[in-house]
């Protein structure tokens, strides 16, 4: 049983370095790796592992062709700038191929996993020569894989799973004790830009975690499309997470008087502080009238727009 660390006793400058010694303890003279996304939790543990170790610290973003448009180059430019080299390292294909045929959301989690960490990963891992992966699992990851929620990508002790054993080494999760709120001050405590603290939470599984169905090039390039719209639109909103869902089934639509079978984005918008409850943002009519204009003229193939009004629970934050 983990035990958290609640926003009112979180004490940063405390945290950061206890978190800092421990990361220095458990390497010891050894090469640690970390895959960082650009999201909040990956940031700040690679801000706590470069820290500790410097440059025995490998950074690297897997461009798996599921990231939002231009993220990689964006996010390896943001750490440059913060002294941490970067490696990107191109794994589109094979992260596609793992995807192929898979409808059913646990499989296409298992898949990006299995993936992830017995492919891409591990042989990163062993080019390196690390023993050791920093990895930035929080407590609400771990909530909702032990409850059955769903399957989150990066948990693997709190199943019973050896990462030694399994996938030959071993995982160090500094942030375990913190939810979003608890990582963002702890990043700013490490100086980490406003601009990426402040970024809304995107899912391990990436944009495969927003198509419902499967998950192909031509429907990731669709979806990513719709993000960049939606994460513009609703960037001043205050808003805790926004997306856009792509879903399976084509629908009718009309264009130029002729009916016309398309694509069914959903956006979603919420508030929360935590991720573990959340409501459907009261975004006025008006927005949502030009994110539906928006979305169907400038992302070819969607004819159609919604809007989810369901809580968490019942619902959850990502579609799948």
Same mark, same amino acid.
């Given at each position: 049983?983990?035990?958290?660390?609640?926003?009112? %006793?979180?004490?940063?400058?405390?945290?950061?370095?206890?978190?800092?010694?421990?990361?220095?303890?458990?390497?010891?003279?050894?090469?640690?790796?970390?895959?960082?996304?650009?999201?909040?939790?990956?940031?700040?543990?690679?801000?706590?592992?470069?820290?500790?170790?410097?440059?025995?610290?490998?950074?690297? =973003?897997?461009?798996?062709?599921?990231?939002?448009?231009?993220?990689?180059?964006?996010?390896?430019?943001?750490?440059?700038?913060?002294?941490?080299?970067?490696?990107?390292? %191109?794994?589109?294909?094979?992260?596609?191929?793992?995807?192929?045929?898979?409808?059913?959301?646990?499989?296409?989690?298992?898949?990006?996993?299995?993936?992830?960490?017995?492919?891409?990963?591990?042989?990163?891992?062993?080019?390196?020569?690390?023993?050791?992966?920093?990895?930035?699992?929080?407590?609400?990851?771990? %909530?909702?894989?032990?409850?059955? =929620?769903?399957?989150?990508?990066?948990?693997?002790?709190?199943?019973?799973? %050896?990462?030694?054993?399994?996938?030959?080494?071993?995982?160090?999760?500094?942030?375990?004790?913190?939810?979003?709120?608890?990582?963002?001050?702890?990043?700013?405590?490490?100086?980490?830009?406003?601009?990426?603290?402040?970024?809304?939470?995107?899912?391990?599984?990436?944009?495969?975690?927003?198509? =419902?169905?499967?998950?192909?090039?031509?429907?990731?390039?669709?979806?990513?499309?719709?993000?960049?719209?939606?994460?513009?639109?609703?960037?001043?909103?205050?808003?805790?997470?926004?997306?856009?869902?792509?879903?399976?089934?084509?629908?009718?639509?009309?264009?130029?008087?002729?009916?016309?079978?398309?694509?069914?984005?959903?956006?979603?918008?919420?508030?929360?502080?935590?991720?573990?409850?959340?409501?459907?943002?009261?975004?006025?009519?008006?927005?949502?009238?030009?994110?539906?204009?928006?979305?169907?003229?400038?992302?070819?193939?969607?004819?159609?727009?919604?809007?989810?009004?369901?809580?968490?629970?019942?619902?959850?934050?990502?579609? =799948?």
């Amino acid at each position: 049983m983990i035990k958290g660390i609640n926003l009112k %006793d979180l004490d940063p400058g405390k945290f950061v370095e206890e978190q800092v010694e421990s990361i220095k303890s458990a390497v010891g003279d050894g090469i640690a790796i970390n895959a960082l996304s650009g999201g909040g939790d990956s940031s700040v543990v690679t801000m706590l592992g470069h820290r500790a170790l410097g440059k025995r610290l490998r950074t690297v =973003i897997v461009e798996n062709g599921l990231l939002r448009e231009g993220e990689a180059e964006w996010v390896s430019s943001v750490f440059h700038e913060l002294g941490v080299d970067v490696q990107i390292a %191109d794994a589109r294909t094979e992260f596609l191929d793992s995807l192929k045929g898979l409808t059913d959301p646990e499989e296409k989690r298992e898949a990006v996993t299995n993936t992830f960490y017995k492919k891409v990963f591990g042989r990163l891992v062993r080019e390196s020569g690390a023993r050791f992966l920093l990895q930035g699992t929080i407590l609400t990851d771990v %909530d909702e894989t032990v409850a059955g =929620i769903k399957r989150q990508h990066n948990v693997f002790a709190q199943l019973g799973i %050896d990462p030694r054993e399994t996938l030959g080494y071993h995982i160090i999760e500094p942030l375990v004790q913190l939810r979003k709120d608890g990582v963002r001050l702890a990043g700013r405590e490490l100086g980490l830009p406003e601009e990426m603290l402040e970024r809304i939470p995107f899912p391990g599984p990436g944009l495969a975690a927003r198509i =419902i169905g499967e998950v192909t090039a031509e429907r990731l390039d669709t979806v990513r499309k719709a993000t960049v719209i939606v994460e513009k639109a609703l960037a001043d909103s205050g808003a805790f997470q926004y997306m856009a869902i792509l879903h399976s089934d084509r629908v009718t639509g009309v264009r130029e008087g002729r009916r016309d079978f398309g694509q069914q984005i959903e956006v979603r918008c919420w508030d929360s502080t935590d991720s573990r409850t959340a409501t459907p943002s009261r975004l006025s009519y008006e927005i949502l009238e030009k994110l539906a204009a928006d979305i169907t003229s400038e992302v070819p193939g969607v004819v159609s727009v919604t809007y989810s009004m369901t809580a968490k629970p019942p619902s959850t934050i990502e579609a =799948i």
